[in-house]
């Protein structure tokens, strides 16, 4: 049963994913008002939310879009930085999204933050924890539990995830409305690209949340 939901969670997944790169294609080509840029885009909502201390830069790479707090940047990827299509306005607003949350202590990107040390440190070690688990797991089970709250971190960090990435795609929405830079069409577009986008997330937690259940089974002796 776990293969099959495994193949199935794999296939969805890459579903997903080509949905994704197909609505990004097709609203890359969907020309922004006044011809602004992601950068362009990211700069005035900073601005709007009187966020001074976040700077916009450009990063190599496809999709590497993303805020960091650490040096307070928001880092789009060239294809964004330098387009002026309704998708680089989208995804530039919702990582901007990220930056006001920060801004207004929202509390699940709080929380996240917070996991980032300990989930950084289970991504690390958990694979070979898990391995030397599964080997040694009649003699030492205790290895395996710990390789598995480890992992656990990680399913957690996974669904935390999730209401921080769609509040920042409404907060891209609301913004883009308001301020005039979308019209009724565009918003439509730049709705089904954060939404295509947010799917991703959403496999990413599911298929985190079954290898976890699958490595609690072996612990438990049912697969083992």
């Known amino acids: 049963m776990f293969w099959i939901l495994f193949i199935g969670i794999a296939l969805v997944s890459y579903l997903v994913q080509h949905n994704l790169q197909s609505k990004f294609k097709k609203y890359s ?10 950068k362009d885009v990211a700069e005035r909502m900073l601005r709007a939310h009187h966020i001074t201390d976040v700077k916009v ?14 040096n307070k940047t928001v880092n789009l ?14 995804v530039a607003a919702h990582e901007c999204g990220h930056a006001v949350q920060h801004a207004e202590q929202y509390a699940w990107i709080k929380m996240r933050s917070a996991l980032v040390p300990a989930v950084s440190f289970a991504s ?19 290895i395996m539990l710990f390789g598995i709250g480890l992992f656990a971190l990680t399913t957690l960090f996974s669904f935390v995830t999730l209401p921080v990435e769609i509040n ?51 612990y438990m002796g049912r697969r083992y």
Do not use: C
């Not at 080509?29 to 992601?38: C, F, I, N």
């Not at 986008?197 to 072996?218: D, N």
């Open 29 to 38: 080509q969907m020309p922004m008002a006044g011809g602004l840029t992601g």
């Open 57 to 70: 830069i450009s990063t190599p790479g496809q999709l590497t879009d993303h805020y960091n707090p650490t």
């Open 77 to 90: 990827s060239e294809s964004v930085y330098h387009s002026s299509s309704i998708a680089a306005a989208a």
């Open 124 to 142: 690390n070690w958990m694979t070979w924890i898990l391995l030397a688990g599964i080997l040694t797991i009649e003699t030492y089970p205790s």
């Open 168 to 218: 920042a795609s409404n907060r891209a929405l609301v913004w883009l409305q308001s301020s005039g830079l979308t019209t009724a069409q565009n918003d439509k577009a730049a709705f089904d690209a954060l939404k295509s986008a947010a799917y991703t997330y959403v496999v990413a937690a599911l298929s985190s949340l079954a290898t976890l259940i699958y490595y609690i089974m072996i």
